[in-house]
């Protein structure tokens, strides 16, 4: 499991690895800038063959440290390197001052200015090294340190991006909500939306290099060990960080089999069943998809395919009556019922077998479907709520109560606003707050009582108790594709088929992120929502044979 964290978190860390005495600041800092060079060479392998000439730009803190050990193992590699200061460099706190001090047996240092940089014939780089502010960034960056990052960025028309690499985070992003701080479209430049070529962190992922404009500005993510786990994973550097947040990956996916499905390696029922000799169909739960009326069933029965697909035993479509012959000429695996109404729900759910339910895609927006989704709520099952259902919670104080900690819900931005304008309102705001998408879940887990999964490029996924995980398709996971009509109730249907199988509904919702995207991927251009759940065969079969992701 790769754990994703806050900027304040990995200085909890260090702080736990530095004060146990075990290890120096000064240590950390050179394997941090050790880890920089190790990556810039596998980034750019012929920069290894002779040397070249690298701009190194140092701020005012250990991020800056870092850059001047990046420009000492450079220098000792024969390369031709300049460096820039950000402030006075005598002013940098101990262990940047002493690699400041090192560097200056080697060479000089220029104070930062747009005019220096350019004067410097800083067009010829082969290397730019942005070390000017890391984990420490507080507020917005402006003046001069501003006006080169611009430039480089392409204010000017020069193209530095494919030469950047950035140390822990490009200048100015704030690691904790993936924001360029103190811009309003999250691009340094006008019309320039990417930086860094690579972005080199250490020990573990930040949150603001997966969310909103970090992966854009990141360009690619290169995690380097600088000897914290220890740190991470016990004693006062864990205790000092909890919530945690984990990121959802392919490397997540496989490593133990039994429990093949899950990105967060949660027992899943089925495989016990399996070697148990029980593989009866209601082993693997029984879904109800709860459909709208005619001319909208489309979207349930995409729901109702993906969660058969992804493995639950049994799927039924509860229909309207005016609906039941669309959606008998449509399917075939599906079992149909006809509801006409909330009562005739209410006595179809008697039946405990139904084990996990979705509601919402296609359903509609009348009195008529609020009273469904209460008899659904009033259940206490296992339950995704998706698109209408959503709209109707939002609106209706009472149905909004019925939520309960077995429930999923699945807003995109717009149904998120609707159902928590306040949390929604404080994500939003552009400001230098550094307030993020997974703050704003995991309040709105909260408030509601229950799973809610935020959908986007950066998926964020809460429980009420603070657990989290983000699953980005950003960097190699990257789907564009995935952006189609249907998409969303593919995901609901996901979901639902992995509740059925007896998932939690937090697990759920990771592992139904985690495949909707590797179908997407698997799929590839030309993506539409019914190709979603015809890819899973496939993605199934490798994760359980342990290649998944390497798609
Ligand atoms: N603490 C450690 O032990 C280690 C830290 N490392 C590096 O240290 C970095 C964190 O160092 P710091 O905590 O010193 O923080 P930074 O170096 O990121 O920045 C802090 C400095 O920048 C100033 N500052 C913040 N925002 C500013 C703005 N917008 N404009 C102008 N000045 C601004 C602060 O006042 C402070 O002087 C990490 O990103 C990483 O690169 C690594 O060397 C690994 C070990
Ligand atoms: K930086």
Not at 201 to 222: I, M, R
Not at 304 to 320: C, D, I, K, N, T
Request: proline letters at 6%.
């Amino acid at each position: 499991m790769t754990e994703i964290l806050t900027a304040a978190q990995m200085r909890s860390i260090e702080q736990a690895a530095i004060e146990s005495g075990e290890v120096t600041g000064l240590e950390l800092m050179e394997r941090a800038g050790r880890g920089v060079v190790e990556a810039v060479f596998e980034e750019w392998p012929s920069y290894r063959l002779s040397p070249r000439r690298a701009i190194v730009l140092c701020g005012p803190g250990n991020n800056g440290g870092d850059g001047y050990v990046v420009a000492r193992l450079l220098r000792d590699l024969h390369w031709d390197v300049t460096v820039f200061s950000l402030g006075d460099p005598e002013k940098l706190p101990p262990d940047a001052k002493t690699n400041y001090r090192r560097w200056l047996a080697l060479g000089d240092v220029q104070p930062l200015s747009e005019r220096a940089f350019r004067a410097a014939g800083a067009g010829y780089a082969d290397l730019y090294v942005d070390a000017l502010f890391g984990t420490g960034m507080s507020r917005p960056v402006s003046g001069e340190a501003w006006s080169v990052l611009t430039h480089l960025a392409g204010r000017n028309g020069d193209d530095y991006a494919p030469y950047i690499v950035a140390i822990d985070a490009p200048s100015g992003l704030c690691l904790d909500s993936g924001r360029l701080l103190g811009t309003a479209n999250g691009s340094y430049a006008h019309g320039h939306n990417r930086f860094a070529a690579l972005t080199v962190t250490f020990d573990s992922p930040k949150q603001g290099q997966f969310l909103a404009d970090g992966p854009g500005l990141c360009g690619k993510l290169a995690v380097k060990d600088i000897g914290l786990r220890k740190w991470r994973e016990t004693g006062a550097g864990r205790a000092m960080r909890l919530p945690q947040t984990v990121l959802v990956t392919d490397r997540s996916v496989v490593p133990d089999r039994r429990h093949a499905l899950s990105p967060l390696r949660v027992p899943v029922k089925s495989e016990r069943n399996i070697h148990a000799g029980h593989t009866h169909k209601f082993s693997f739960g029984h879904g109800v998809i709860v459909s709208g009326g005619a001319g909208r069933t489309g979207a349930a029965r995409l729901a109702a395919r993906s969660a058969l697909r992804v493995g639950a035993g049994l799927v039924s479509l509860a229909v309207p009556p005016d609906a039941a012959a669309e959606v008998a000429a449509q399917i075939t695996a599906p079992m149909m019922r006809a509801v006409p109404d909330a009562g005739a729900m209410a006595e179809m759910l008697t039946d405990a077998r139904l084990n996990a339910i979705c509601i919402g895609p296609g359903l509609g927006l009348g009195p008529n479907h609020a009273a469904l989704v209460e008899t659904v709520l009033k259940t206490g099952r296992p339950t995704v709520l998706d698109a209408d259902a959503l709209s109707l919670v939002a609106r209706d104080d009472q149905l909004r109560n019925l939520l309960h900690q077995n429930c999923v819900l699945t807003p995109h931005n717009g149904e998120f606003k609707r159902l928590f304008p306040e949390i929604e309102a404080r994500l939003s705001t552009p400001s230098a707050q550094s307030f993020s998408k997974v703050d704003a879940v995991r309040a709105a887990a909260a408030e509601a009582g229950c799973t809610v999964l935020l959908k986007g490029r950066d998926t964020v996924i809460a429980t009420p108790q603070g657990q989290c995980a983000i699953h980005a398709a950003v960097y190699e996971r990257a789907a564009p594709w995935l952006a189609t009509a249907g998409s969303g109730d593919v995901l609901a249907g996901l979901i639902a088929g992995l509740l059925a199988q007896g998932y939690a509904a937090f697990e759920a919702a990771a592992t139904g992120a985690w495949l909707h995207v590797e179908c997407a991927r698997q799929f590839g251009p030309g993506l539409i929502a019914e190709d979603l759940p015809e890819q899973l065969p496939g993605v199934l079969r490798r994760v359980i044979s342990g290649e998944a992701g390497r798609v």
